[in-house]
């Protein structure tokens, strides 16, 4: 058996407050991915309903009704994720998560709060993400409203990932157990 030499860990950016730039690319990562899930779904809802009734459905055509959908759609995509995970995944993507400004993991109070007024923060032309860019703590307005941080996790995944690589566990002990 060979013996690996033990390091000390390399100082990272988990568990530090996120950054602009990277809270906007897991934004716009999500609107991507939530707009194409919303499309698959319109896409077989009208496959579905043009199957079972052989007529012809476009939801283009009942725009209220679209509208509707969407909001909901929109407001399931992030609470669900933020209180099941504490990230959704652009978040994943760019290796932050979303924490009750105490550390501990956001629950769904605080992920319904974030989703309800996160719509707030981009009234008057994103005065409320302003807070990102000049608190120490970096909280936009829904981070206030919610009790909530998004910070970084790039490191514990990292060194999970790099447990799970080794080629005998028995030579080196588990993360859980450093």
């Known amino acids: 058996m060979a013996t690996l030499a033990r390091t000390q860990p390399i100082e990272g950016r988990q568990g530090h407050y996120a950054g602009a730039v990277s809270r906007l690319a897991a934004f716009a990562a999500d609107v991507g991915a939530s ?3 919303f499309t ?3 896409a077989a809802l009208t496959f579905s309903v043009q ?9 283009t055509n009942h725009p209220l009704g679209s509208l509707i959908a969407i909001v909901i759609w929109e407001f399931f995509y992030f609470a669900y994720q933020w ?8 978040m994943a ?4 998560r979303v924490v009750r400004t105490d550390g501990s993991p956001v629950g769904a109070r605080q992920a319904i709060i974030r989703t309800l007024t996160l719509p707030f923060s981009f009234l008057l032309f994103g005065l409320g993400f302003l807070g990102i860019l000049t608190n120490r703590d970096r909280h936009a307005l829904h981070d206030r409203f919610a009790g909530t ?3 970084y996790s790039w490191d514990a995944r ?7 690589a080794r080629k005998d566990p028995e030579d080196v002990p588990s993360p859980d157990s450093a």
């Open 35 to 37: 707009w194409g899930l």
């Open 158 to 164: 990292a060194a999970r990932l790099r447990w799970l």
């Open 83 to 90: 209180a099941l995970s504490g990230k959704t995944i652009g």
């Open 149 to 151: 941080a998004v910070v």
């Open 40 to 42: 698959l779904g319109a």
């Open 51 to 59: 199957l079972v009734s052989g007529g012809q459905f476009s939801p």
């Open 93 to 96: 993507l760019l290796g932050i």
